[in-house]
């Protein structure tokens, strides 16, 4: 049974951090990549980051220009995502999801991705 476990969403001032976690259960974790995406209220949900825990490779969209970190500790069968310079345009609902069999060198492409976790709240304040 696949779960995915997203938490340390908060609130936060804009230019704070935070680190979210994203814990994994019920596969083999070295087979998988664990991307994150965010869905603002009226928005379409989008790709943040990505790590292939197959390969190593990780991936960011642009519009983070080095802000978050992506990380995982493979005996926790847990990845993180750590944000920093965070901005009030951060603010959504975050998604951790796994991919099987997934590289994150070119991208992150939702479609492949087919087990979700809840979705853990980011609010940045201005």
């Known amino acids: 049974d696949v779960q995915l476990q997203a938490s340390g969403g908060g609130l936060v001032q804009a230019g704070g951090s935070l680190r979210l976690s994203c814990a994994a259960s019920g596969f083999t974790f070295a087979d998988y990549a664990i991307g994150w995406f965010r869905q603002a209220p009226g928005k379409e949900r989008e790709g943040v980051s990505c790590?292939?825990?197959?390969?190593?490779?990780?991936y960011y969209a642009d519009f983070l220009k080095g802000r978050f970190t992506i990380s995982s500790d493979n005996a926790k069968n847990t990845v993180y995502l750590q944000m920093d310079r965070l901005l009030p345009e951060d603010t959504a609902v975050y998604y951790c999801?796994?991919?099987?069999?997934?590289?994150?060198?070119?991208?992150?492409?939702?479609?492949?991705?087919?087990?979700w976790g809840q979705g853990t709240l980011v609010t940045v304040s201005s």
């Open positions: 999801a796994s991919a099987h069999q997934t590289s994150c060198r070119t991208g992150i492409y939702i479609l492949r991705y087919n087990d």
């Open positions: 790590i292939s825990i197959t390969d190593g490779s990780s």
